[in-house]
């Protein structure tokens, strides 16, 4: 990459029992391991922080991609839902899945499909996960 557009910095204590917050303020969380992996489930964890940025974050990918004259351009009730889940790897540690749950009202199918492909390559969630970690994007409610 050779121009940063933007930057922020948060910092984490206490790890899965603790708290998070970014430089400027503007972001504090308090932590806490759900209770499926032994916590007691009293805060927000890191599989929720990752399942809302990457929604809102592929969400802004089809809105670019709409607006670039080549695809169909984005409902403005359209939503995405991830679904992000831990679990053990075979090799060793943990590893994650993600499902993006993508709603495109009034879009036919092959228009949401080519917009929804276009996303995955632009957005930089799925870039930076793709091959490290497995994502099923399901579009819903389109015929």
């Not at 948060?10 to 430089?23: P, S």
């Not at 359209?78 to 889940?85: D, F, I, K, L, M």
Request: net charge negative; glycine share 12%; proline share 4%.
């Amino acid at each position: 990459m050779t121009k940063i557009l933007y930057s922020t910095r948060a910092t984490a204590t206490g790890g899965r029992d603790g708290k998070a917050r970014t430089d400027d303020g503007a972001f504090e969380v308090a932590l806490a391991t759900p209770k499926e992996l032994g916590g007691n489930g009293q805060g927000n964890n890191p599989e929720q922080l990752f399942a809302a940025g990457y929604a809102a974050c592929f969400l802004s990918a089809m809105k670019f991609v709409g607006t670039q004259g080549t695809h169909a351009r984005l409902p403005n009730d359209a939503s995405v839902s991830a679904t992000v889940g831990i679990g053990p790897r075979a090799d060793k540690g943990f590893g994650l899945a993600v499902t993006l749950d993508i709603l495109l009202p009034g879009l036919d199918r092959a228009d949401a499909e080519a917009l929804v492909a276009e996303a995955d390559t632009v957005c930089p969630y799925s870039h930076a996960v793709r091959g490290n970690i497995e994502v099923t994007l399901n579009i819903a409610g389109n015929s």
